[in-house]
Nanobody
C-alpha cells in the first residue's frame, strides 16, 4: 500500500515558478514509477510527467516539455515537479500517482493517487 500527499501548490503570476512535492509512505516507493497528472476545471485529467523507479527515465507531455522537470529522492520517499515559466493554461489540480508499471502510470491507470494540490497561474 502506498499513500501519497502532494504539497507546494499555490497562486502565482505567469512566468513564475513553483515546485510541487509528493511524499509517499510505504517501503515500496523506491520500486515504483511516479507520475504527475493534472485536471483543469471542466476538463479531463491529463498526463504531465513520469519518472521511473531509479530516475533513469523521464517522460513529459508536449505541453510542459522544456518547462517542467520531474525528479525523485528515494531516500526521502519524495517526488518533485519543478514548474518554470508557468502559463495560465497550467492552472489545474495536480495529482501525484504511483504504480510498478511505467505504461500504467502513463495511461492514468495507476494503483495509487494523491488528493491533489491546486495550482493557479494568473495572467
Amino acid at each position: 500500500q502506498v499513500q501519497l500527499v502532494e504539497s507546494g501548490g499555490g497562486l502565482v503570476q505567469a512566468g513564475m515558478s513553483l515546485r510541487l512535492s509528493c511524499a509517499a509512505s510505504g517501503r515500496t516507493f523506491s520500486t515504483y514509477t511516479m507520475g504527475w497528472f493534472r485536471q483543469a476545471p471542466g476538463k479531463e485529467r491529463e498526463f504531465v510527467s513520469f519518472i521511473t523507479w531509479n530516475g533513469g527515465s523521464t517522460y513529459y507531455a508536449n505541453s510542459v516539455k522544456g518547462r517542467f522537470t520531474i525528479s525523485r529522492d528515494n531516500a526521502k520517499n519524495t517526488v518533485y515537479l519543478q514548474m518554470n515559466s508557468l502559463k495560465p493554461e497550467d492552472t489545474a489540480v495536480y495529482y501525484c500517482t504511483a504504480d510498478p508499471s511505467s505504461s500504467t502510470v502513463r495511461t492514468g491507470r495507476s494503483l495509487f493517487w494523491g488528493q491533489g494540490t491546486q495550482v493557479t497561474v494568473s495572467s
